[in-house]
């Protein structure tokens, strides 16, 4: 099993930039994906999640408005569009799956390095 998250860099704020969590391993089509973020020194947030079958969307307060969460099941990815970024975005942002029936995650992926700053 195996989950990759790419896209961060370095962004000044009011940039876009658009995650990538490339999957692979697992029934993709029956798992839903989350987008979390840690910054050192504190926890770990939940930022989006994409429910597998009905295509359901949750996002953190924190975000709504600015990020956007799609899948392509065809390529087993999920991504996280992201517009109108501040500097408390800057995290490392990690992409994780959980099956249908579970209430915890099952696979997390290496995190990938937002930065936003001018």
């Known amino acids: 099993v195996q989950l990759q998250a790419s896209g961060g860099g370095l962004v000044q704020p009011g940039g876009s930039l658009r995650l990538s969590c490339t999957t692979s391993?697992?029934?993709?089509?029956?798992?839903?994906i989350g987008w979390f973020r840690q910054t050192p020194g504190k926890e770990r947030e939940g930022v989006s999640c994409?429910?597998?079958?009905?295509?359901?969307?949750y996002y953190a307060d924190s975000v709504k408005g600015r990020f956007t969460i799609s899948r392509n099941n065809a390529k087993n990815t999920v991504y996280l569009q992201m517009i109108s970024l501040k500097p408390e975005d800057t995290a490392v942002y990690y992409c994780?799956?959980?099956?249908?029936?579970?209430?915890?995650?099952?696979?997390w992926g290496q995190g990938t390095l937002v930065t936003v700053s001018s």
């Open positions: 994409l429910t597998s079958r009905d295509g359901r969307t």
């Open positions: 994780a799956a959980k099956w249908r029936g579970n209430s915890k995650y099952d696979y």
């Open positions: 391993g697992f029934d993709f089509d029956e798992y839903a």
